[in-house]
């Protein structure tokens, strides 16, 4: 396990370019140079992907509300509300992201979500990183 | 096959494995389980052993006899070397790394089988055991190690705090609440059916535990719609099977159960629960109808059923998925008792399965079903039991096991 575990691995190639578009706060997608379509996770070797930002807008496909701290890492963030987002440019593709700014007992399947920045910080982990988070839309 | 994702519900999300038919040729001639329990200070190796010496007495072997040994490769596992070290014996023993639990359980009769047409043993044997209730004082081990160490989970999933498992499956249950109309009291009802169970069994670890779907609904959410009574229990122990030619089961003191049906199913998404096109299955979609196949029967000829619950969510979409009713109906198919050993409905994971028996990753569900078809399960018998079925579950697989007794 790499040292600042659970942020992610800046050395993980694959993708580089997801977290380093985070940083300026951008939200790209690898589409395939095969297909043409968003192929997540990238990782089949014999395709190459050509990374584009997206509108960042989806849907809540489904989520947990986590209250107990399954790594001791998660302590601070408690209670959260973490699930897939269906991405409107496709929604067979699902993004893991925090839900945010909302009360997750009002969560709703298939709701609007829109994408918002946040860093991630963990208990006892140096450093942090902005990453996508998604809330409501509107 | 991440970058291949899923394409949807549409049934081209998986496949059956194509498997040669194996129906008749062999059979269970022994079982054996460790004690199960919580952190014990007993190594998995340990554990293993036990079940071994219990299965072989229970089989009227010795030793030497056993010429084919099982066990999953990565993990703590009772190779050749080990069994020879442990029992003082030197003999030349058939291996394979393709066996023990989950679905392994159900996978490893059908290797046995074809390593005992080809020559290679007479007696096989595959054992299954873990001391993650001993290793998680020390952190190691343990039902999420190998998914915070998967690249793709490490770098998209756990930085957002969806890991481990129950968090997984949480949010497949919320996601087929939704599809479905299924409720929290329905996903109660296979935990409170799954204790009721275990109470009636002897060696179960939740034994003396009673669970009521009152106390289940009160119980606080760890990773809500989830309670813990909704996962699976971290236990120490392990468990054994010992297969032989049908035509030599005879010669053993038990009533003779056969392999009568293998089957198997792979998902297109691999491990990655986060991108499987159908989000609410299981590959027991592809695998149930191969084994039944093979077996010659249909879900209505199942006396007894156990399978891989990690989760109250994974045995509902199992049930759906292997055709006991209709998928989406297994909330209401799993509610009032339904599931109890004597609930006069599918007697389901009758010693108590995952949830409130042990958590040894479904090589107890497979000694169970045997003890069952035997008419050998005190005080949990199942009445005229004659077909049981495991469902082994990995996610990116599933496998279906059809035992017969003769």
């Known amino acids: 396990m790499h040292e600042h575990f659970p942020l992610p691995d800046a050395s993980f190639a694959p993708l580089r370019p997801f977290w380093d578009a985070a940083a300026t706060e951008r939200l790209v997608m690898p589409y395939s140079a095969r297909h043409g379509r968003i192929a997540w996770y990238p990782d089949d070797e014999s395709d190459r992907y050509d990374w584009r930002e997206v509108s960042g807008r989806g ?14 890492q998660y302590r601070d963030l408690l209670p959260f509300a973490t699930g897939l987002v269906a991405l409107e440019e496709d929604p067979s593709v699902r993004l893991v992201s925090l839900i945010v700014d909302c009360d997750p007992a009002q969560l709703a399947v298939d709701q609007p979500l829109e994408v918002v920045f946040r860093p991630l910080r963990f208990a006892g982990v140096d450093g942090e990183q902005m990453a996508p988070h998604f809330k409501p839309a509107g | 096959m991440a970058g291949g994702r899923a394409t949807g519900d549409d049934g081209d999300w998986g496949h059956a494995a194509d498997l040669e038919d194996v129906s008749g040729r062999i059979g269970v001639v022994g079982v054996g389980e460790s004690d199960h329990s919580k952190a014990s200070g007993r190594t998995a190796t340990e554990c293993a052993l036990s079940a071994i010496e219990r299965a072989l007495e229970d089989a009227g072997l010795e030793p030497g006899q056993i010429d084919g040994i099982m066990f999953l490769r990565h993990g703590e596992h009772v190779d050749a070397a080990a069994f020879h070290a442990h029992f003082g014996t030197s003999h030349d023993i058939w291996e394979s790394g393709e066996g023990g639990g989950m679905r392994w359980a159900a996978t490893a009769p059908h290797a046995a089988a074809r390593a005992i047409a080809a020559g290679r043993a007479k007696y096989v044997v595959n054992s299954f055991a873990v001391a993650w209730a001993t290793q998680r004082g020390e952190m190691t081990g343990g039902p999420g190690q190998s998914h915070a160490h998967e690249h793709f989970k490490q770098n998209a999933e756990v930085p957002f705090g969806w890991f481990p498992q129950p968090v997984y499956f949480a949010t497949i249950a919320r996601r087929h609440m939704h599809e479905f109309g299924t409720t929290q009291e329905q996903l109660g009802e296979i935990a409170v059916a799954l204790r009721y169970n275990a109470n009636h069994t002897a060696g179960a670890v939740m034994r003396d ?30 468990g054994a099977q010992i297969f032989a030619p049908l ?17 198997l199913g792979r998902s297109h998404a691999g491990a990655y629960w986060s991108q499987q096109g159908a989000f609410t299955s299981t590959p027991q979609v592809f695998a149930a109808p191969a084994g039944f196949a093979m077996a010659g029967i249909g879900p209505d000829d199942v006396d007894v059923l156990t399978a891989y619950d990690p989760f109250t969510i994974v045995s509902l979409m199992q049930i759906e998925d292997m055709g006991f009713c209709e998928k989406g109906a297994g909330g209401e198919f799993v509610s009032g008792g339904h599931l109890r050993f004597d609930g006069g409905g599918l007697p389901y994971n009758t010693h108590g399965g995952l949830l409130s028996h042990a958590y040894v990753l479904g090589i107890a569900h497979v000694v169970e079903l045997v003890r069952q078809l035997r008419g050998e399960a005190e005080g949990h018998q199942v009445k005229d039991a004659r077909v049981g079925v495991y469902g082994g579950y990995t996610g990116s697989e599933a496998s279906t096991l059809v035992l017969r007794r003769r």
């Open chain 1, 59 to 72: 849907s809540l496909y489904s989520w947990a509300v986590v209250t107990h701290a399954f790594l001791p």
């Open chain 2, 209 to 238: 535990r009673p669970l009521g779907l009152e106390e289940y609904l009160a119980s606080p959410p760890i990773a809500d719609p989830f309670r813990k009574e909704d996962c699976c229990l971290i236990s120490d122990g392990g």
């Open chain 2, 247 to 263: 035509e030599r089961a005879a010669d053993h003191p038990k009533p003779v159960v056969e392999v009568a049906g293998v089957g």
